[in-house]
T-cell receptor, first 114, second 116 residues
Framework: DAGITQSPRHKVTETGTPVTLRCHQT?????MYWYRQDPGHGLRLIHY???????DKGEVSDGYSVSRSKTEDFLLTLESATSSQTSVYFC?????????????FGPGTRLTVL | AQKVTQAQTEISVVEKEDVTLDCVYE???????LFWYKQPPSGELVFLIR??????QNEISGRYSWNFQKSTSSFNFTITASQVVDSAVYFC?????????????FGKGTTLSVSS
């Protein structure tokens, strides 16, 4: 158990509304990631963080922003949700200092945008 | 560019059959790692194995075994004597040492259904 929680676990919202998903870890890992999972696409990286206030974009970052003001929390924000952002969102932490260390995932958040 | 291909979208077997899940990867990096994750119907992602590019020794863990062949860029996963509890989506993933941030590059997954 890598001590990762995500909130909320399920959310239904309407197009155009802002949404924030939270990832919380208890083990002080430096690297944190947000992925989305869609049928036929596997998991794709949205944004990642390599420390407090240090973030970078991933493959599918358009329409998303992130913030990390504390080591333990990594927030993903959809400024104005669209139906194409209906997905399952997974947060992950990377264990260890090497770039190829194992990533462990949170339980996921299922987001539906109507 | 890096890429992971899991050509088998769905596999159905009967309990006690052996099943192999294929994974083919592309990378220009000489140092990389390969992973397998399991996603049961409950939805969480469970780490199964991590293998580095310099270690081609096969790995066995109980009923699970992994065959890594650099010559064919493959990292296949075999479940021996499958059980209903093995029913899940299985993802193969690649991580490159020289990639900043090092996201995992995932295949699209193989859905394994094991019936009793």
């Amino acid at each position: 158990d890598a001590g990762i929680t995500q909130s909320p676990r399920h959310k239904v919202t309407e197009t155009g509304t802002p949404v924030t998903l939270r990832c919380h870890q208890t083990e002080n890992h430096r690297y944190m990631y947000w992925y989305r999972q869609d049928p036929g696409h596997g998991l794709r990286l949205i944004h990642y963080s390599y420390g407090v206030k240090d973030t970078d974009k991933g493959e599918v970052s358009d329409g998303y922003s992130v913030s990390r003001s504390k080591t333990e929390d990594f927030l993903l924000t959809l400024e104005s949700a669209t139906s194409s952002q209906t997905s399952v969102y997974f947060c992950a932490i990377r264990e260890g200092r090497s770039s190829t260390d194992t990533q462990y995932f949170g339980p996921g958040t299922r987001l539906t945008v109507l | 560019a890096q890429k992971v291909t899991q050509a088998q979208t769905e596999i159905s077997v009967v309990e006690k059959e052996d099943v192999t899940l294929d994974c083919v990867y592309e990378t220009r990096d000489t140092t990389y790692y390969l992973f397998w994750y399991k996603q049961p119907p409950s939805g969480e992602l469970v780490f199964l194995i991590r293998r580095n590019s310099f270690d081609e020794q096969n790995e066995i863990s109980g009923r699970y075994s992994w065959n890594f062949q650099k010559s064919t860029s493959s990292f296949n996963f075999t479940i021996t004597a499958s059980q209903v509890v093995d029913s899940a989506v299985y993802f193969c993933a690649l991580s490159e040492a020289n990639q900043a941030g090092t996201a995992l590059i995932f295949g699209k997954g193989t859905t394994l259904s094991v019936s009793s």
